[in-house]
């Protein structure tokens, strides 16, 4: 299985905060890879599909980047809506999909 | 805009299997090319994928839950299910559903599956 690690687990950011997440695979997954966002009590939310494109009606402060065995996720300037917790996942179509630990971004 | 949502029992005892239902809405589950998949998370922990089934009828298996894990389609009810058997209180957990189209976009609120005597 492909492994997936996170980078913090956690961050503490204040609003207005550039904020970057960074996610690692053990061995390449090509652009496979998505960004989630998880509220206490909420399914998560996908933000980022294929690295770098961002899903229809997320605001355009969240970016991702990388391929094969790196990846960020970027928020720009952290609202007070993004205080949640970010996960990784790779869906390499070859293995079975595989979610980072999460990192959980908080109020400083 | 396609809706999932899942039902079944939330306490299991140990031993037993657990069964849970994803109904569709919004969209017919045998059209398109999409995955249709089960995904838990522990309270306090992170996600994690435990199978999908394709449109065909196809299946995939996290290697770690693959002998205790069955995924099946009922088109004529435009449902999913999972049943996962021999559970252990290492087994509770919100389970969602969710359509997998590469990243999975598209998700259920979730259901608390309690495995306790």
């Known amino acids: 299985d492909i492994q997936m690690t996170q980078s913090p687990s956690t961050l503490s950011a204040s609003v207005g905060d550039r904020v970057t997440i960074t996610c690692r695979a053990s061995?390449?997954?090509?652009?496979?890879l998505a960004w989630y966002q998880q509220k206490p009590g909420k399914a998560p939310k996908l933000l980022i599909y294929?690295?770098?494109s961002l899903e229809s009606g997320v605001p355009s402060r969240f970016s991702g980047s990388g391929s094969g065995t790196e990846f960020t996720l970027t928020i720009s300037s952290l609202q007070p809506d993004d205080f949640a917790t970010y996960y990784c996942?790779?869906?390499?179509?070859?293995?079975?999909?595989?979610f980072g630990p999460g990192t959980k971004v908080d109020i400083k | 805009q396609v809706q999932l949502q899942e039902s079944g029992p939330g306490l299991v005892k140990p031993s037993q299997t657990l069964s849970l239902t994803c109904t569709v809405s919004?969209?017919?589950?045998?059209?398109?090319?999409?995955?249709w998949s089960w995904i838990r998370q522990p309270a306090g922990k992170g996600l994690e994928w435990i199978g999908r089934?394709?449109?065909?009828?196809?299946?995939n298996y996290n290697p770690s839950l693959k002998s205790r894990v069955t995924i099946s389609v009922d088109t004529s009810k435009n449902q999913f299910s999972l049943k996962l058997s021999s559970v252990t209180a290492a087994d509770t957990a919100v389970y969602y559903c969710?359509?997998?189209?590469?990243?999975?976009?598209?998700w259920g609120q979730g259901t608390l599956v309690t495995v306790s005597s």
């Open positions: 969710a359509r997998e189209e590469g990243a999975t976009p598209y």
């Open positions: 061995q390449s997954i090509s652009s496979w």
């Open positions: 996942q790779q869906y390499n179509s070859y293995s079975p999909v595989t």
């Open positions: 919004g969209g017919s589950i045998s059209s398109g090319s999409y995955y």
């Open positions: 089934i394709y449109t065909s009828g196809s299946t």
């Open positions: 294929k690295a770098s």
